[in-house]
């Protein structure tokens, strides 16, 4: 039983994904709605002056929300992990730029129900946070 505990242990400290730390005052709630065998994780990059990517550290996402903290300007990627007996897995993701500004206050809505993805960001007052690719940190 030692042995097997240790063989995961070894397995998740070598897969390269660190943990996000939430934060109760942070400026981005996240959730996800999810069908039955669907795993959602919000993957956070921090951005450079140079519009280079740092990873930051990932959060695994469920109904219950999460409050994190992010960087002005972070690129931020829900990706969705989908298995099923039949029909094999496979992996979706949406990224964005975020560009939070002090003091607002964003929360993240992610669903996966019948195959179907959506993720939307919105401020606290309730307007639509347009995606923007990663290139849109030049201009």
Known sequence: MRAAWLGIL???????????????S?????????????????????VDARCATEYAGSVAL???PVVLAVPDP??????FDTSSFLGGSRSTSAGTLLRARAGERYQLA??????????VIRTAAGRDVPRRDLAACRG
């Open 10 to 24: 070894l397995l998740a400290g070598c897969s390269g994904i660190k943990t996000y730390p939430s934060d109760p």
């Open 26 to 46: 942070g400026n981005l709630q996240a959730r996800a709605t999810l069908d039955p065998g669907v795993k959602a994780m919000l993957h956070i990059h921090r």
């Open 62 to 64: 469920g109904a219950e």
């Open 74 to 79: 972070s690129y931020v990627v829900v990706s």
């Open 110 to 119: 992610a669903s996966y129900r019948s195959d179907l993805y959506e993720v």
